[in-house]
């Protein structure tokens, strides 16, 4: 049985206003390869424009870049974003995530645990997984994360699982697929969410 197509294909070049070109512009695929999520969010231009600014500021905030790309993957793969986790793998990897980290991040809590992780990268990571467990970070991972992060930067990496989790839903529901060049990545790496 064929898989279903996208639920909302991505805009046409011919739709797509100055913004969501700048956007596209600046993104791996550029405009030869438009990114899926960019150009389909967009049909929604007013929250697209919201949404883009809320997104930015998580995924440049004031946490360490390769601790947010760490929760990104270890939240696309616990909450199977496969769209997410392949746009990730590359991202990652330029922030400093290497690729056995990412093969790590893909897998069960076996594979995670046998990384040696920075403490504060540990605590973020088992915060994300208790997030898809039991719904809350625990005490005992809290009190870890404090002792690293001041009030904002708890909130901030609170706010970072949530974003990616409600991202992987919305994008699942969309049936968003995997342009070429990201197909390609996810399938280069070992674990990740299943396609």
Do not use: C, K, N
Request: aromatic share 6%.
């Amino acid at each position: 049985m064929a898989e279903p197509g996208p639920r909302l294909t991505p805009l046409p070049p011919a739709e797509w206003d100055e913004r969501l070109r700048r956007v596209l512009e600046a993104s791996p695929g550029g405009t030869e390869e438009p990114m899926h999520i960019f150009a389909t969010l967009a049909r929604s231009p007013e929250l697209f424009r919201r949404w883009m600014g809320f997104g930015g500021a998580l995924l440049y905030g004031s946490l360490p870049s390769r601790l947010s790309e760490l929760v990104i993957l270890r939240t696309a793969y616990r909450f199977d974003g496969r769209y997410e986790w392949a746009q990730h793998i590359e991202m990652g990897q330029g922030r400093g995530v290497t690729l056995a980290e990412i093969e790590a991040l893909g897998g069960d809590r076996e594979d995670l645990d046998a990384v040696a992780w920075e403490p504060l990268e540990r605590a973020a990571l088992h915060a994300v997984d208790e997030t898809r467990d039991d719904g809350a970070v625990t005490d005992a991972t809290w009190a870890e994360l404090a002792s690293h992060l001041d009030d904002a930067g708890l909130i901030e990496l609170l706010m970072l699982i949530a974003h990616y989790m409600m991202l992987t839903t919305v994008l699942r529901s969309l049936r968003m697929e995997l342009e070429p060049r990201a197909q390609a990545l996810a399938e280069s790496v070992r674990g990740g969410p299943e396609s």
